[in-house]
């Protein structure tokens, strides 16, 4: 079955740094585009990043500057290094798998910012 499972998250100064993983299964890696959300409590879940199958890359406006998405085909392995964190970056951050009408997610990670 597939499994989709991120890593990484935790608890950073504003200003730190966080590298969050997420490692899939069950799925031709390589074809599927990857993405980055975040969803903070009472709030829609939100577009951070996102990597397609040929490494296009696409950021919200948020985060541009700061987080980079990437991705390791030979480690099913998809990541978001995050830098120059703020308060406002607090989150859970999920990861998801998309390829055509199938969209597969994790079950988050949660990211605090302390100020």
């Known amino acids: 079955q597939v499994q989709v499972v991120e890593s990484g998250g935790g608890l950073v100064q504003a200003g730190g740094s966080l590298r969050l993983s997420c490692a899939a299964s069950?799925?031709?890696?390589?074809?599927?585009?990857m993405g980055w959300y975040r969803q903070t409590p009472g709030k829609q879940r939100e577009l951070v990043a996102t990597?397609?199958?040929?490494?296009?890359?696409n950021y919200a406006d948020s985060v541009k500057g700061r987080f980079t998405i990437s991705r390791d085909n030979a480690k099913n392995t998809v990541y978001l290094q995050m830098n120059s964190l703020k308060p406002e970056d607090t989150a859970v951050y999920y990861c998801?798998?998309?390829?055509?009408?199938?969209?597969?997610w994790g079950q988050g990670t949660q990211v605090t910012v302390s100020s």
């Open positions: 998801t798998a998309m390829y055509g009408n199938r969209n597969y």
């Open positions: 990597i397609t199958s040929g490494d296009r890359t």
């Open positions: 069950g799925i031709i890696f390589s074809i599927f585009d």
